[in-house]
C-alpha cells in the first residue's frame, strides 16, 4: 500500500525558511517522479515543484528562485527547502507521485506551512 508522509511544516514569519520531508512506501521510489503540491484555503490544489528520476527539475513560476526540490533514493524520502517565504506560500504542503497526483490519487495527510507577516 502506498503511503506518503509529509512533516517539516509550521509557522514562519515572511522572508524565512523551511524545509519540507516526504517519506514514501509501498511504491518503488527510485523509479517514480515525484512532486510537491499545495492547497491554499478556498483554492485548488497546485503543482508546486516536480523532480524526474533522472534529477531534473520543474517549479511553478511563483517559488522559482526560492524552493528546491531534492531526493534521497536511499531513503525513499524527497525534500522541499523553501527560503524566503511569503504570506502567498501559506497552504498544506503534499507530495506525491507525478502519476497518482494526475489521477487524484493516494494524497497524503500534508503538512501545513503558515506565512505570517
Known amino acids: 500500500q502506498v503511503q506518503l508522509a509529509e512533516s517539516g511544516g509550521g509557522l514562519v514569519q515572511a522572508g524565512g525558511s523551511l524545509r519540507l520531508s516526504c517519506g514514501a512506501s509501498?511504491?518503488?521510489?527510485?523509479?517514480?517522479?515525484m512532486g510537491w503540491y499545495r492547497q491554499a484555503p478556498g483554492k485548488q490544489r497546485e503543482l508546486v515543484a516536480i523532480?524526474?528520476?533522472?534529477?531534473?527539475?520543474n517549479y511553478a513560476d511563483s517559488v522559482k528562485g526560492r524552493f528546491t526540490i531534492s531526493r534521497d533514493n536511499a531513503k525513499n524520502t524527497v525534500y522541499l527547502q523553501m527560503n524566503n517565504l511569503q504570506t502567498e506560500d501559506t497552504a498544506v504542503y503534499y507530495c506525491?507521485?507525478?502519476?497518482?497526483?494526475?489521477?487524484?490519487?493516494?494524497w497524503g495527510q500534508g503538512t501545513q506551512v503558515t506565512v505570517s507577516s
Open positions: 523532480i524526474t528520476t533522472g534529477g531534473r527539475t
Open positions: 506525491n507521485t507525478e502519476l497518482r497526483s494526475s489521477r487524484d490519487q493516494g
Open positions: 509501498g511504491f518503488i521510489f527510485k523509479t517514480n517522479t
